[in-house]
């Protein structure tokens, strides 16, 4: 049914990338996209740093309040809290956290971060696949590599809280919708074909069921769609966000799309044409989204393209 989650307007929202896979310190700032300043009070600041993972800090704001969340940890347990620290974004006034699923590259400095908040606990959306034990990929070649996961209980060891987001979560009173399964409805997304786990002594076709999205509805813009790495497929994640919230309107779509790798390009394209459907303001393809196809988006969308780097916020 459409419109099933009663979610609320926010009449602006602020995105800052603090950690992505990218990195230009000249990129030119625009009415829309503020570039990370190269020094403060007639100083240089300390260099900011990519890596492949991500982690975006999504600030809402309506009336006159505000509500802000930090959506993944990047790949290391140093990049983000670096990060955080040049761009002076203090952790202990983050309202709550996301993992938009639990792979390495999304996850690798939760403790650090976690631990900074034990002194009030936060909330962490995360579905329960986040925990499998045993992920890995399986090639036709017969190598199998790990996919490094989550340990189960590591967020409450930080002095926080699980909230199980296998189904749709609102935060901020109602004005941010954290994404629950997202049905696999197009005909070309097919996840990540090499994903597998062990449960059990069995072993298991890994449809990375806890992919996830964070979705706001920006007053007289539309909604904003902020994705990890976009397992679920990008398109099969606006649909989805679009079904939920009733707003056709679709303003940002940014973080991974997941077209890296040895993704056919009928995919790609099909993926574009979808795209182009929705009409975005701005799209933003993050981290593994592959250069291939950022380049693709640069070329189709050439208004709505924006290159994303390490420590770009975006005010919208």
Not at 199 to 205: A, E, L, R
Not at 234 to 248: F, P, Q, R, Y
Not at 285 to 314: M, R
Request: hydrophobic letters at 40%; proline letters at 5%; glycine letters at 8%.
């Amino acid at each position: 049914m459409k419109g099933t989650i009663p979610m609320k307007q926010v009449t602006s929202a602020t995105l800052t990338t603090i950690i992505d896979n990218y990195i230009d310190v000249l990129l030119p700032s625009t009415d829309l996209v503020e570039r990370a300043p190269l020094s403060k009070n007639g100083i240089r600041r300390p260099p900011l740093l990519a890596e492949h993972g991500f982690s975006l800090l999504i600030e809402a704001h309506w009336e006159s309040s505000s509500y802000s969340l930090l959506m993944d940890f990047g790949a290391s347990s140093i990049g983000v809290p670096h990060n955080l620290e040049v761009l002076e974004i203090d952790p202990s006034k983050i309202d709550s956290f996301v993992l938009s699923h639990g792979h390495h590259d999304h996850i690798g400095s939760v403790e650090q971060i976690l631990l900074q908040v034990r002194n009030k606990p936060r909330s962490v959306v995360v579905h329960p696949d986040a925990f499998l034990a045993a992920r890995f990929h399986k090639f036709e070649d017969g190598r199998q590599v790990p996919i490094p996961c989550i340990k189960k209980g590591l967020i409450e060891k930080t002095g926080n809280e699980v909230m199980d987001g296998t189904e749709p979560v609102l935060l901020a009173e109602g004005h941010i919708l954290v994404l629950g399964e997202i049905p696999r409805v197009t005909e070309f997304e097919k996840g990540m074909p090499s994903a597998y786990y062990e449960k059990d002594g069995k072993v298991t076709k890994d449809m990375i069921l806890d992919d996830k999205a964070v979705v706001l509805d920006v007053q007289d813009k539309g909604l904003v769609i902020a994705t990890g790495c976009g397992h679920s497929g990008i398109i099969n994640t606006v649909l989805h966000a679009k079904e939920m919230t009733g707003v056709d309107n679709i303003y940002c779509i940014i973080g991974g799309f997941h077209l890296t790798g040895h993704m056919d390009d009928s995919v790609i394209r099909k993926t574009l044409d979808a795209m182009k459907e929705f009409k975005p303001r701005l799209v933003v393809p993050c981290h593994c989204t592959g250069h291939k196809a950022t380049q693709a988006f640069e070329k189709d969308f050439p208004a709505a393209f924006v290159l994303n780097a390490s420590g770009t916020k975006f005010c919208l």
